[in-house]
Antibody, heavy 121, light 108 residues
Framework: QVQLVESGGGVVQPGRSLRLSCAAS????????MHWVRQAPGKGLEWVAV????????YYADSVKGRFTISRDNSKNTLYLKMNSLSVDDTAVYYC??????????????WGQGTLVTVSS | SYVLTQPPSVSVAPGKTASITCGGN??????VHWYQQKAGQAPVLVVY???DRPSGIPERFSGSNSGNTATLTISRVEAGDEADYYC???????????FGGGTKLTVL
């Protein structure tokens, strides 16, 4: 079965950087696009970024473009989110999610349990 | 940018039918996906491509999409359906995925 386990969250000061990881198992990772979605405390879901199965295309929300970078290592079955210039507004639970269909750039279908990032001085 | 509008809350009695709307400009031309998120848990996909259900999702969950409104319908509502529900679409004009603000379903 599809398993996605996020890690790398924690408390970080404003302006600093953090890298999140998402370890995937139970499917052929290199065949599927992957998303990052976040949820601030008590708020709704906010899409962050998506990367195609082969890493050839990446798209970002306006709120993170230029500061966050999504990447993947298909040899390690791992998705990453490098977050720079963090602000208090980036405080959220960050979820990774797999798209439904292989070789597509579709919607998030399978979700991890999330990792909490707290930006605070 | 494309905006999806959901009612903040919907209440329904057990056994009745709940309808959760998602409004957007000409949303009928897009594919809408719906997620259920129970308190303290990760979201779960309940409807994709307007009206399809992933395996394991009860037939009580159904979706429709036309004009400027997409609707998630939950029939014979159970206490366990109490959750936040989100709609989502791909905005091809900006190459962005967009979520609605979410609707809290309360089972009375």
């Amino acid at each position: 079965q599809v398993q996605l386990v996020e890690s790398g969250g924690g408390v970080v000061q404003p302006g600093r950087s953090l890298r999140l990881s998402c370890a995937a198992s139970g499917f052929t990772f290199s065949n599927y696009g992957m998303h990052w979605v976040r949820q601030a405390p008590g708020k709704g879901l906010e899409w962050v970024a998506v990367i195609w199965y082969d890493g050839s295309n990446k798209y970002y929300a306006d709120s993170v473009k230029g500061r966050f970078t999504i990447s993947r290592d298909n040899s390690k079955n791992t998705l990453y989110l490098k977050m720079n210039s963090l602000s208090v507004d980036d405080t959220a639970v960050y979820y990774c999610a797999r798209v439904m269909d292989s070789y597509s750039s579709g919607w998030p279908a399978y979700w991890g349990q999330g990792t909490l990032v707290t930006v605070s001085s | 940018s494309y905006v999806l509008t959901q009612p903040p809350s919907v209440s329904v009695a057990p056994g009745k039918t709940a309808s959760i709307t998602c409004g957007g400009n000409n949303i009928g031309s897009k594919s809408v996906h719906w997620y259920q998120q129970k308190a303290g848990q990760a979201p779960v996909l309940v409807v994709y491509d307007n009206s399809d259900r992933p395996s394991g999702i009860p037939e009580r969950f159904s979706g429709s999409n036309s004009g400027n409104t997409a609707t998630l319908t939950i029939s014979r509502v159970e206490a366990g359906d109490e959750a936040d529900y989100y709609c989502q679409v791909w905005d091809s004009s900006s190459d962005r995925w967009v979520f609605g603000g979410g609707t809290k379903l309360t089972v009375l």
